[in-house]
């Protein structure tokens, strides 16, 4: 499903509308443009980046956005642990 498409928004909230007694729904997307702003290389940020881009096989581009006096790594060093 294309969210960028409305006939198929629309087919999947009419089908979703039209089932009182559904108990469960997964929707996957396929993960391909990726804008992360004010990263600063923290762990936990570290460990986020790192499951997106091991769970996005499709991924034509990710931009991580951040300032030099946020960063607690250098850019490098950054890069080189998501690699």
Same mark, same amino acid.
């Given at each position: 499903?294309?969210?960028?498409? @409305? =006939?198929e928004v629309s087919g999947a909230v009419? #089908? @979703?509308?039209?089932?009182?007694k559904l108990q469960d729904l997964t929707i996957e997307f396929k #993960?391909?443009?990726? +804008?992360?702003? #004010?990263f600063?290389?923290? =762990?936990? =940020?570290?460990?986020?980046?790192?499951?997106i881009l091991a769970s996005a096989p499709v991924l034509k =581009?990710?931009?991580?956005l951040n300032f030099a006096y946020l #960063?607690?790594?250098?850019?490098? +060093?950054?890069m080189d642990e998501m690699k």
């Open positions: 499903m294309s969210l960028s498409k @409305i =006939e009419y #089908l @979703i509308t039209s089932c009182p #993960l391909q443009r990726v +804008q992360v702003n #004010l600063m290389g923290l =762990e936990m =940020e570290m460990k986020f980046m790192k499951f =581009e990710i931009s991580i #960063l607690h790594r250098s850019d490098k +060093q950054m």
